[in-house]
């Protein structure tokens, strides 16, 4: 056992329990450090597909000191349960969007506001910049480390049966599951809609037997889901962009060897930006696939979206609720929403 490993196991949490796992009682020949990550997402999803990959690297540089262990699909439980579960230190790693995360620390789906990212390259250019910045204080005040790069969602878009959402009055009365957030009910009250919370096991089923009128989600998670099965049109409103914050255990994560540490940061990193070229390249052949399947698209006009949330005053709303530095920051890269 290395001095590093002493150092590690006698930390104010308890030493092996503090990480979930019990090293002491690994063989000889175990890694020095076994870390988990879990997440929500399948098996063959680029984000898991890709930290498997950093997971490698991190062995191959640490010389087999450090494993790290992809756990997908929510094999962990579900998203509230792991991130409980990375806060205490039982679990080491947990990815979790932005909305998911805002009910611990709510100026985190403040990325998630409708309307406000034309295009990646605003998204791109706010997370990885003084707003990403701005969200991860906050993230570290609760004992958890976010790491820098976020992993992409992607834009969501909004699917329909009877016909397409071309315009905010489009949206009148429309039925739209969403998921458990309070800020996309906002969101779509605001427009006139009216949202249903459904958990995405009820999805496909609610559209089938029309309780639903449509939903919203990126167009890899529209085929995924096989929705086209149950919705004719696809509306291009690209109204909402979310993404996956990497989340560690803040305590845990501090108590690793520097050297370890920094591996960790710069595979995760190396992660991120592969899955944010998969994400993409999926997004653009995505369309093709869905128009094959019976799929029809529709474009929207995304400044008349804009304009009808700030006449509902759905930006006023929320600018109070996520505080005036953290909307300064946001309107840097967005322009004037209120």
């Not at 191959?60 to 929510?74: C, K, N, Q």
């Not at 004992?143 to 315009?167: H, W, Y």
């Not at 869905?290 to 474009?299: I, P, R």
Request: include cysteine.
């Amino acid at each position: 056992m290395t001095i590093h490993r002493r150092s590690f196991l006698g930390g104010t949490l308890g030493g092996a329990a503090a990480l979930g796992c019990n090293l002491l009682s690994f063989p000889a020949d175990a890694a020095e450090f076994r870390l988990r990550f879990g997440n929500n997402q399948v098996a063959d999803y680029p984000l898991n597909v890709r930290m498997r990959e950093a997971a490698d690297r991190i062995r191959e540089r640490t010389g087999g000191r450090v494993e790290l262990l992809v756990f997908p699909a929510g094999q962990l439980g579900t998203d509230t349960d792991m991130l409980s579960q990375v806060r205490s230190g039982a679990l080491q790693f947990y990815s979790a969007s932005g909305l998911v995360l805002s009910t611990l620390v709510p100026v985190s789906a403040i990325n998630a506001l409708g309307f406000i990212f034309a295009d990646y390259g605003q998204v791109w250019a706010a997370m990885d910049g003084d707003l990403g910045a701005t969200i991860r204080a906050s993230i570290e005040k609760v004992g958890l480390v976010a790491f820098p790069k976020m992993f992409d969602i992607g834009f969501r878009q909004i699917t329909s049966n009877e016909a397409p959402i071309r315009k905010p009055d489009d949206l009148k009365g429309f039925k739209i599951r969403i998921p458990p957030s309070l800020l996309g009910v906002s969101m779509f009250k605001a427009l006139n809609a009216a949202p249903v919370t459904l958990n995405w096991a009820e999805t496909y089923t609610a559209m089938q037997t029309r309780v639903v009128d449509g939903q919203e989600n990126p167009l890899s998670i529209i085929n995924s889901g096989k929705f086209y099965e149950v919705q004719k049109y696809c509306a291009l409103t690209g109204h909402m962009w979310d993404g996956y914050w990497l989340l560690g255990n803040g305590a845990g994560f501090r108590r690793l060897p520097k050297d370890v540490q920094d591996i960790l940061a710069e595979e995760f990193a190396k992660a991120a930006a592969d899955d944010r070229a998969d994400i993409a390249q999926l997004e653009s052949s995505m369309k093709g696939s869905l128009e094959s399947k019976g799929m029809t698209f529709a474009t929207t006009d995304q400044g008349t979206f804009r304009a009808a949330l700030q006449q509902a005053g759905f930006y006023k709303e929320w600018r109070g609720k996520f505080g005036e530095d953290a909307w300064k920051v946001l309107e840097k890269y967005t322009g004037t929403l209120t």
